[in-house]
């Protein structure tokens, strides 16, 4: 599918796109992963803070924003108006309650003191669906930096222009450079960069299909690669995606159990970023 703004009233092709190179494709996960490096040892107040103004840039911009939607798929105006309003309500609650989620919890054991500490994962990448283009991204945005990590979007091929929006608020913001970028693809590359070991988990809403590469690229991996889930509760699209990426989960962990249980991502530094983006469900 050609990556390009579509009139959803008649068809007309408004703007296209050049998908990216696999150079640029390369340079773009290298740029995450230093990213990475700087970010995960950002303090919770600087996050917020950049998250607080994320979520200011999305509220004096939501009718700038509320068209691009309308314009690439076809979404009402005032519920485009509303969408961008929603992603602002959620970067401030996430910004407002990110450190608190993720504070060590005391466990009683018989050492002197025992916690557990919530850690960043690294790279995401986030496959997600034209029907709630900013929504959609922000619920996963906006928990998965403030805990720590940075995100890679692969968003549908008919809304580049919301994608390359988010892409700049998160800039404007005062995130760095390579904290969120938008990797304008289509389905092809997204198997190789699941399967690169520099994307640490992924995140997914969308067709069966799409849930299925998703399981069975976590699945055949050489290393480890987290399939978080990210159901929404309003599309048949995303139980099919559950159900495909359920089984294909089950078949992960048939094949490779032993990797879910690695040093180089514990349970633990998983749970960070599935409980401060409240993931953890698994249809």
Not at 1 to 23: D, R, V, Y
Not at 29 to 53: E, G, P
Not at 160 to 165: E, G, M
Request: charged share 20%; aromatic share 6%; proline share 5%.
């Amino acid at each position: 599918m050609a990556i390009a703004t579509t009139n959803p009233a008649n068809g007309e092709l408004l703007k296209s796109f050049e998908a990216l190179t696999p150079e640029q494709i390369e340079h773009k996960l290298q740029l995450a992963t230093d990213a990475f490096q700087i970010h995960r040892r950002t303090s919770f107040a600087d996050r917020a803070r950049m998250m607080l103004r994320a979520a200011d840039i999305l509220e004096k911009e939501k009718d700038e924003c509320a068209r691009l939607m309308t314009l690439e798929m076809g979404k009402t105006l005032r519920s485009a108006v509303a969408e961008a309003s929603k992603c602002a309500t959620g970067c401030r609650y996430y910004a407002e309650n990110a450190e608190r989620f993720l504070a060590d919890e005391i466990v009683e054991t018989g050492a002197k003191r025992s916690f557990i500490r919530y850690l960043p994962l690294g790279p995401i990448l986030a496959v997600m669906p034209w029907n709630f283009p900013f929504w959609q991204v922000f619920r996963f945005v906006a928990p998965a930096l403030m805990a720590g990590n940075v995100g890679l979007l692969k968003h549908a091929s008919n809304v580049p222009q919301c994608a390359l929006k988010i892409e700049e608020i998160i800039r404007r913001a005062g995130f760095p450079e390579g904290v969120f970028q938008t990797l304008l693809i289509g389905s092809g590359p997204v198997d190789a960069i699941l399967n690169d070991p520099r994307v640490a988990a992924a995140t997914l809403t969308g067709s069966e299909q799409a849930g299925i590469q998703v399981g069975i690229s976590a699945a055949t991996r050489s290393g480890l690669l987290w399939p978080i889930l990210s159901p929404t509760t309003s599309s048949e699209n995303s139980s099919a995606a559950c159900k495909g990426c359920r089984s294909a989960i089950l078949l992960t962990r048939k094949l490779s159990s032993a990797r879910w249980r690695t040093p180089r991502q514990s349970p633990l530094s998983t749970r960070t970023f599935r409980r401060v983006s409240q993931l953890e469900r698994v249809c």
